[in-house]
Every structure is written in C-alpha cells, then in structure tokens.
C-alpha cells in the first residue's frame, strides 16, 4: 500500500475531519500562502538564501535529538506494522544521516544560484538587446513516500532556486517530517524570510494530496518521488504540471572484455550498497563469451543476492546455487531488495534490445575494456544516465555535483535525469529597446 493509498492523518494520527469542501478550502489556502512566499523568495538575493541553508544545517544538527526521536516513532510504528527491512532503511535517520544532510545544505550554498543566469544573450541587427535568463518555476509540490532525507533536501534546492514548496511526505514518516519542517520553518522566520516558504499537507492525508494534484493554476509544478504505484497515480490522477520522476528498473552489461575484479566491485557496489533505492541495479546483462561472468555471479550469490535466471545462465552459477527461473516479471521489476535478474545476451544490440524493451528510463551501465563497445552502448541507450565502469550508484545529484536532488526525472521535458537547482528554474525572454517598432 502507498502513502497515496493510505487513511489520511494529522501528526498525531486522529483522521482529519473535514468535509470536502472544507478540505478544498484548506488546502488552497496553502497554495495561497505558499504563492505569497514564492514572490518573496524569488527577488531573495543569493547571499540571504545561503545564509539560511547554512542555518538550517546548524539548526539540524543542534537540534539533532528531536529528529531522532521522532524519527524512533515513525520507525517503531513502521516496524510494528511488518514494515520490510529494506522499506525501514530509507525511513531510518541516525546522527551520521542527519550530518549528511545538514552536509548538503553546505554543498547546497556553496553552488552558483542559477536565477539571474543568462542562458544565451544578444544583440539582434536591429538593435534590440535580448537575453534569456533563468527565473525560479514559482510553487513547487512533491509527492514522495517514506524517505525523509527527501523533506530537507527538496526544501533545501527549492529555497536556493527562489521557489516555495508544499510537501506531502506520506503517514510513514508523519513524525519525521513534521520535526524536519519545524526546524526548517523556524530557521526561515529568524532569518526574515517567509515561513511559508516550506509548508505540508501532511495533516490532510491522501485526500489532501488528491486536491493538491488537481489545483492548476495554484501548484507550478508537482514532482513525485517514490515507488511504481505512487508515480502512477500521481501522473494519471494530476492536473498540475508533473515530472516523473523516480521508478528505476536499472541494468548492467556485463561486457565480454570486462575484467572481472573490477566487475564484481561494480555489481556489489550496484546491487548490495542500499538496495532499496531507485538507482540500484536490477537487472544483470552477461555477454555470452564472457569470462568474467561465474566469478561475478558467485560473488553475488556469497553476498546473499537471490539471482533469478534464464536458462542460459544457470550453468554459469557455482555449484548446488538454488536460483528461480526468471520471467517477464522478474524483467520488469523493480525489486529494490537483494534479488537481481540475470540474462545471458550475445551482443551489445542484443543487450540494447533487452533494455528498450524493460527498461523505465532511469540508469544504465556497461562493464567493459572495448572502447568500441563502450560508444556502441553509450550510443544506443535512450536513458536519462548512462555509465560506463562505473556504479549505478552514482546516479546521483549529491554524488554528481549538485549538493542534493529533488528526484531522477526519467522524462524528456525540460529536466532529465538527476534535478538539482537548474532543473527548479524556468526561463524568462528580456527584450531591451530604444524604441523599437515593428515594422
């Protein structure tokens, strides 16, 4: 069951009482507020705007228990629950994640501010001076499931860009994000900023997010950032400008040039660092002349990753392996936990059809030592990162330079790929005259 599924809730968990009415009401007057914020912050100047993203960070870490023990409630109610270990992992906050994300509010103010920003900028014959510059997107909404460290981050690159923000961090993680916001919210008001620069609907539950989705005009932009089923009924239930972000059935091609020691450093990396992310390798393409391919899978299966395979691959596994008959679920599945599919391919084009056919857009990455193979896969993968030897892993806006991200959008629309602060801002034409006419 997503967020998006479940009873809605007020921090303490008692169901909000609210006609319909009444809660189109209540949340609209968020997006008024949230608005209002959005034309302060936009004329904010850079130095402001970093002077209150390094005292968030300060903030986070002195108030560091109050997180962590609201973070205890959510994980304990989860657990309770029969919450999967891998689901618990993203929810968990210690002081060392907290200190992570206090960190990437520092990266976060030490990155250019890209409103005001000239894309292109000339002078016409006519001697009209035009320039194209980078302007915040205005209210921006996100949508996402139990991860909290999504709360600060998002916060974090939507303030740095201009833009004000309405989070909707799910039931989950009520107690978490509540405490995350506070923070935040009263880091802004010291510092003279608009508190309702970052505001929740949280209290309004899933209805709540059912008429954020739908308030057009309110909302400039809605992001949502989670599982299958949460970006689903996010895209076809919206009526607000979404990006769609986050799903990830991510390969590997295991090439028949690669070396194997490196190969393996790859797939554990890729497979066993977090597996509940969407930049986790999924699926595992093996060339069928490579060598590489039983030291690989056996040094999988000793890290405990169940393999599900097809035939041609079963005879590569080490001896007595119990592994399941792969299908065309296990193709297209996102399993986000120690389980990886495995198919034996005959060619780079034979792996790129594979791709075409299950991939969601995200990541893909080939193992090799043939530079031709290499540009061949580079060439013909149509996903928003491709790596060559390299983890999936660092498909990442943290780990990619941009100090946090808002989610991997898999779209072609204006951001792809990871959405860090350039992908929070629109564009706006500037046209200088001297009395210019037409004619």
């Known amino acids: 069951m997503t967020d998006l599924q479940a009873e809605p809730t007020h921090r303490n968990d008692t169901p909000v009482a609210l006609s319909p009415g009444q809660l189109t009401d209540a949340v609209h007057a968020i997006t008024d507020r949230s608005r209002q914020a959005s034309r302060i912050l936009a004329r904010a100047t850079r130095a402001r705007k970093d002077r209150v993203l390094l005292a968030i960070a300060d903030a986070l870490v002195s108030r560091r228990d109050l997180v962590l023990a609201a973070n205890r409630t959510d994980v304990d109610r989860g657990r309770a629950a029969g919450t999967s270990a891998y689901l618990l992992d993203r929810l968990s906050l210690d002081a060392e994640r907290v200190g992570k994300l206090a960190e990437a509010l520092a990266q976060l103010a030490a990155l250019p501010d890209p409103v005001g920003t000239a894309v292109r900028a000339e002078t016409l ?7 194209q510059v980078r302007v915040p997107l205005g209210v921006v909404a996100a949508i996402y499931e139990a991860r909290p460290n999504v709360t600060v981050d998002i916060a974090g690159l ?21 405490a995350l916001v506070g923070i935040i919210r009263d880091t802004l008001e010291d510092h003279g900023l608009p508190d309702d620069a970052v505001l929740t609907i949280d209290e309004f539950g899933r209805e709540g997010a059912q008429v954020l989705m739908k308030a057009r005009g309110r ?22 400008p979404v990006i769609e972000t986050g799903e990830g059935n991510v390969h590997i091609l295991l090439d028949e040039s ?15 660092q977090r597996p509940s992310v969407c930049n986790t390798v999924e699926t595992l393409l093996v060339h069928a002349r490579s060598a590489a391919a039983p030291g690989v899978l056996a040094a999988l299966v000793r890290a405990g990753v169940t393999l599900h395979v097809d035939e041609r691959s079963r005879g590569l596994l080490p001896a007595g392996t119990d592994a399941p008959t792969a299908t065309d679920e296990d193709w297209g599945r996102e399993y986000m936990q120690l389980d990886l599919a495995v198919k034996t391919v005959d060619s780079v084009d034979d792996a790129l059809l594979h791709i075409r056919r299950w991939s969601t857009g995200h990541s893909e990455a080939i193992i090799t030592n043939n530079l031709a193979s290499s540009e061949e896969f580079v060439a013909g993968v149509d996903s928003a990162a491709v790596l060559v030897n390299a983890s999936t892993r660092f498909v990442d806006g943290g780990e990619l330079g941009l100090g946090a991200e808002v989610g991997i959008s898999t779209q072609k629309m204006h951001a792809r790929g990871p959405m860090g602060l350039a992908e929070l801002t629109t564009t706006k034409w500037i046209v200088q005259g001297a009395g210019h006419v037409r004619r």
């Open 125 to 131: 014959p006519n001697g009209l001076r035009m320039s």
């Open 158 to 178: 939507a303030l740095k860009s201009g833009n004000a923000v309405i989070l909707r961090g799910g039931s989950a993680a009520a107690a978490t994000n509540a």
């Open 258 to 272: 690669a070396d194997e020691e490196m190969a393996v450093e790859i797939l554990l990396n890729a497979k066993t």
């Open 219 to 240: 909302v400039d932009v809605l992001i949502p950032r989670g599982g299958r089923e949460l970006i689903q009924s996010v895209v076809t239930t919206a009526r607000v």
